[in-house]
T-cell receptor, first 119, second 111 residues
Framework: NAGVMQNPRHLVRRRGQEARLRCSPMKGHSHVYWYRQLPEEGLKFMVYLQKENIIDESGMPKERFSAEFPKEGPSILRIQQVVRGDSAAYFC?????????????????FGPGTRLTVL | KNEVEQSPQNLTAQEGEFITINCSYSVGISALHWLQQHPGGGIVSLFMLSSGKKKHGRLIATINIQEKHSSLHITASHPRDSAVYICAVKSVIQGAQKLVFGQGTRLTINP
């Protein structure tokens, strides 16, 4: 069973370009989470998605950032008109459906991350 | 004050030493992760626990729910244990599934 896959592993963009980061969850996992790690900072939650639904986007910047997890295919984190401050490592994690209701929790498994550099 | 605090922030030790990394949190939680991040940056989940103690090889994780505190111990440390260790909690207050992270503890084990 392959783990969480992210691509590309490294992405270089110039200011103003678009960045698309992809995440394929583990087989059987229908929940995807995106986290950002700015240089010399800790990990921060961005967004939590289930298939075709955004469940919690409280950590997403209000502008230029969007995420989707379509019925078929990987989850995509899209950053439009990138700026130097977007340079960071972006990690995706996945988990199986939570059993036992909203307060239950299933372990999250992390992908290798995409390192975005904005020139 | 962060909701998840780790100490120490940096730790350097000699090979073979017993290592303890601490994590304190201020919110009610349903689960706590210990994660390992190596240079080059991939993240590996070491433990997920909600009570008591877990052991895997030379690693031991404990949690005290009443005191809102967890510790990660490494016995017979080795240079390959050098990494950043991150504590993360799933809060019962802040929504169903997202994790809140500590700042990490950078561990260096010298030969």
């Amino acid at each position: 069973n392959a783990g969480v896959m992210q691509n590309p592993r490294h992405l270089v963009r110039r200011r103003g370009q678009e960045a698309r980061l992809r995440c394929s969850p583990m087989k059987g996992h229908s929940h995807v989470y995106w986290y950002r790690q700015l240089p010399e900072e800790g990990l921060k939650f961005m967004v939590y998605l289930q298939k075709e639904n955004i469940i919690d986007e409280s950590g997403m910047p209000k502008e230029r950032f969007s995420a989707e997890f379509p019925k078929e295919g990987p989850s995509i984190l899209r950053i439009q008109q990138v700026v130097r401050g977007d340079s960071a490592a972006y990690f995706c994690a996945s988990s199986p459906p939570a059993s036992g209701g909203a307060l239950s929790y299933n372990e999250q498994f992390f992908g290798p991350g995409t390192r975005l550099t904005v020139l | 004050k962060n909701e998840v605090e780790q100490s120490p922030q940096n730790l350097t030790a000699q090979e073979g030493e017993f290592i303890t990394i601490n994590c304190s949190y201020s919110v009610g939680i349903s689960a706590l992760h210990w994660l390992q991040q190596h240079p080059g940056g991939g993240i590996v989940s070491l433990f997920m626990l909600s009570s008591g103690k877990k052991k895997h090889g030379r690693l031991i994780a404990t949690i005290n729910i009443q005191e809102k505190h967890s510790s990660l111990h490494i016995t017979a440390s080795h240079p390959r244990d050098s990494a950043v260790y991150i504590c993360a909690v799933k809060s019962v207050i802040q929504g169903a599934q997202k994790l809140v992270f500590g700042q990490g503890t950078r561990l260096t084990i010298n030969p």
